[in-house]
């Protein structure tokens, strides 16, 4: 019945054809405009993008790389609020081959940093953290309002606090911050959520690829940073930076890997790293208010056999008075998934002195725990997941979606029922249903409501409805938003030509009735970029998405040329000869007006 009453209808739309090319592709009927493209002018006084001339001062007031995570918040009182408000996007990491001349490809496991120098790292670091502007929809197309006094710039150097149980522990104090509370700058945020009370979170996921530099002999952090894939040696920085060497600075890694809450209408205001919600590799941040008041905010942690986590407030949010809300987020209670095989599941609390949280096994305090939150779940018997990405609740009928993009490492003999496939190439997505409706119960039902990939190929073993066509099979989901009818959109981060035979995009997913389990295509991005950021406005009339690094070569495919800013696999969304691949925000709209995808 609970079902039946949060019922959304089947879409609409007419599907679009998966494939690949050097182009977006929306589904008929609707118009998809690049919005903003990296370098594009975010504060007054941003000089034009000048791929050739590139500076770490132009691009600190420029659109960063690799837009990830969208959010919108309607503008206080204005008209049309659908039409007028705050956009706010991470900028996760960069592709240093595309973006910058000459490099030519970066090989990560030869730690080579070729050609990359102080100048580069510096224009890198200003490329990464995130972006508010505020956008104008005029006569149906969106535009960003220049010089508008809410533009902000993120950076990997931004003044940040560290507040709540782990702010001021003596593991998160380095040389230049020794009370452990100001951190400078957030990296490699991924995904996030909106708040009701109007704030942004913003979260930092694969930390590890900025440090570098061996640990002294017998750090007590060693354990802790190898938890974390520290040092990850994908990037210069501690060459030039002595905070992301490990040998000069082994607790700094302790103060990234947090869930960031920034106030996107108060340009000075200073982003807060909320340790209460734990350090891992954070995917996203959706957060929906329990029936009790407390607000709930689902959590993955983006790795191979990691947990899916929640937070639960202490306190009840308060609606009417945002302010009441500024530091809710610093007391409440992290929990982590346990999925039994009777469609059951747990949601035990990391606790301090809890269970085998405690001094006899290494945690002398909630600070501890929160910083490696990682080890606490494995001593509370997690479940361990195939890479849990984003973990959105609907709130039309409170079922919980977790998107699990893929797992090649699980082998045969560590299946276990929510992660049920040995060398997961595809993913699958797991449906919760909270113990009476309420997020903020310990316990839940689940069961796996898709696993992906190409039904055609028996061995796949794919699940998708005998309704969903050639084109409506997706493979890695990744992000994923429900529009205002409560309806399921997945977005994915894998997709090739090699792999599925297409390139990613949007796929929209029935939840309910006989439809369920039916993948259609919505939405396609250009070569070699990725799908991210999914975000309806308030009545479904916009859909904003982010094309993540374009450009990038199929790098499964034994043909594919490397690819590089002189000779990238698509030149989206500009096509103009010495002018790289620009990752790009795109709002999509229904010519004419009324809800995407109707
Ligand atoms: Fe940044 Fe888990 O994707
Ligand atoms: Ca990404
Ligand atoms: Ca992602
Ligand atoms: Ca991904």
């Known amino acids: 019945a609970a079902a039946a009453q949060g019922q959304a209808a089947p879409f609409p739309f007419r599907e679009i054809e998966a494939g690949s090319d050097a182009h977006h ?56 609020p659908a039409g007028h408000g705050l956009l706010v996007v991470n900028h996760e990491y960069t592709n240093e081959e595309l973006m910058f001349p000459g490099l030519g490809r970066q090989d990560i496991k030869t730690v080579a940093f070729k050609g990359m120098n102080r100048d580069l790292v510096e224009i890198e670091m200003a490329a990464h953290g995130g972006s508010v502007i505020e956008v104008k929809r005029n006569d149906g197309k969106w535009a960003v309002v220049p010089e508008s006094r809410y533009a902000r710039r993120i950076t990997a150097e931004t003044p940040m606090a560290l507040s709540g149980p782990a702010a001021g522990s003596a593991r998160l104090q380095t040389g230049a911050d020794p ?31 900025y440090f570098s530099g061996a640990l002294a002999e017998g750090s007590a952090e060693a354990a802790n940073h190898k938890r974390l894939g520290l040092p990850g040696n994908a990037y210069a920085w501690g060459r030039f930076h002595e905070r992301f060497d490990l040998s000069k600075e082994p607790n700094e890694p302790n103060r990234f890997g947090w869930v960031v809450e920034i106030d996107p209408f108060d340009p000075a205001s200073v982003p807060t790293k909320r340790t209460a919600m734990g350090r891992f590799k954070h995917e996203g941040a959706a957060g929906i208010v329990s029936k009790g008041g407390a607000y709930v905010v689902y959590q993955g942690d983006d790795e191979r056999f990691d947990y899916v986590y929640k937070f639960v407030t202490e306190a009840a949010v308060n609606l009417s008075d945002r302010a009441a809300n ?136 794919a699940t998708f409805s005998s309704a ?131």
């Not at 400078?184 to 694969?206: D, H, Q, R, V, Y």
């Not at 018997?381 to 959105?392: F, I, L, Q």
């Open 326 to 461: 500024r530091d809710i987020l610093d007391s409440g209670t992290l929990h982590v998934a346990r999925f039994d095989a009777d469609g059951r599941g747990a949601w035990m609390p990391l606790v301090f002195g809890q269970g085998k949280l405690t001094p006899e096994h290494g945690f002398a305090s909630q600070a501890d725990v929160l910083v490696e939150a990682r080890r606490a779940g494995d001593l509370l018997g997690a479940t361990k997941m195939d890479r849990p990405e984003d973990v959105e609740a609907n709130p039309k009928t409170d079922k919980v979606y977790v998107m699990l993009t893929n797992n090649v490492k699980r082998k045969a003999e560590d299946v276990n029922a929510a992660n049920p496939r040995p060398d997961n190439r595809f993913g699958h997505i797991v449906e919760l249903t909270p113990d009476g409706g309420d997020h903020a119960a310990p316990g839940f039902a689940w069961e796996i409501l898709v696993k992906c990939g190409d039904p055609a190929i028996a061995s796949v073993g």
């Open 25 to 80: 592709h929306v589904a008929e009927g609707h118009d998809a405009d690049i919005l903003i493209r990296w370098g594009d002018p975010v504060l007054p006084g941003a000089p034009a993008f000048d791929p050739l001339n590139q500076s770490a001062a132009a691009q600190a007031r420029q659109f960063g790389y690799n837009n990830d995570f969208v959010g919108y918040f309607p503008m206080p009182g204005a008209a049309d």
């Open 179 to 209: 009370t452990g509370r100001a951190v400078k700058g957030m990296i490699n945020n991924c995904a996030g959520g909106t708040t009701p009370w109007g704030t942004w979170l913003t979260c930092e996921e694969n930390i590890n690829y």
């Open 468 to 598: 969903t066509t050639k084109d409506g099979w997706f493979g890695m989901p990744d992000n994923c938003s429900v529009d205002g009818q409560g309806r399921l959109w997945v977005a994915t981060d894998g997709n090739s030509p090699s792999k599925t035979g297409r390139n990613d995009g949007i796929w929209a997913m029935e939840t309910d009735g006989q439809g369920r389990g039916t993948g259609k295509h919505f939405f396609r991005v250009p070569n070699g970029a990725e799908m991210c950021g999914p975000y309806f406005t308030p009545d479904d009339t916009t859909f904003f998405v982010a094309v993540q690094h374009p450009g990038e070569a199929d790098e499964e495919d034994p043909k594919a040329v490397p690819a590089t800013f002189e000779a990238p696999s698509t030149r989206w969304p500009d096509f103009k000869d010495g002018m790289p691949p620009r990752p790009a925000i795109v709002a999509i709209t229904k010519r004419g007006g009324g809800r995407v995808g109707s």
